[in-house]
């Protein structure tokens, strides 16, 4: 089965930036397409990011386009989110999550994801 641990939240002023990184305990990772999803105190969880299994295809939620990015390094088992031009309304517990399926789309809902990591605090001061 294996463990998903983040790591690299913190405490960063508006603007600012956060590497968050998810290393997982196992090498069948590397074959799952990883998500990156956050919580808001007294919000739902939501999908922030995703990369293929590979690499070469990723989706963002329209709200963090242009300032993250998701990339991956599949020889250290690693997936990583940069963060940019970090906001107040960034803030959040951030998930990374590992998706074991293979499917013809990224995926997006929480429900298809198998695993998770149990998460790392992310705020942003005005």
């Known amino acids: 089965q294996g463990q998903l641990t983040e790591s690299g939240g913190g405490l960063v002023q508006a603007g600012g930036s956060l590497r968050l990184s998810c290393a997982a305990s196992?090498?069948?990772?590397?074959?799952?397409?990883m998500g990156w999803f956050r919580q808001a105190p007294g919000k739902e969880r939501r999908l922030v990011a995703v990369?293929?299994?590979?690499?070469?295809?990723?989706y963002y939620t329209d709200s963090v386009k242009g300032r993250f990015t998701i990339s991956r390094d599949n020889a250290k088992n690693t997936v990583y989110l940069q963060m940019s031009s970090l906001k107040p309304e960034d803030t959040a517990v951030y998930y990374c999550?590992?998706?074991?399926?293979?499917?013809?789309?990224?995926?997006?809902?929480?429900?298809?994801?198998?695993?998770w990591g149990q998460g790392t605090q992310v705020t942003v001061s005005s």
């Open positions: 990369i293929n299994w590979s690499g070469d295809n990723t």
């Open positions: 196992e090498r069948t990772f590397s074959s799952y397409a």
């Open positions: 999550a590992a998706d074991r399926n293979r499917r013809v789309r990224l995926p997006q809902a929480t429900y298809e994801y198998d695993y």
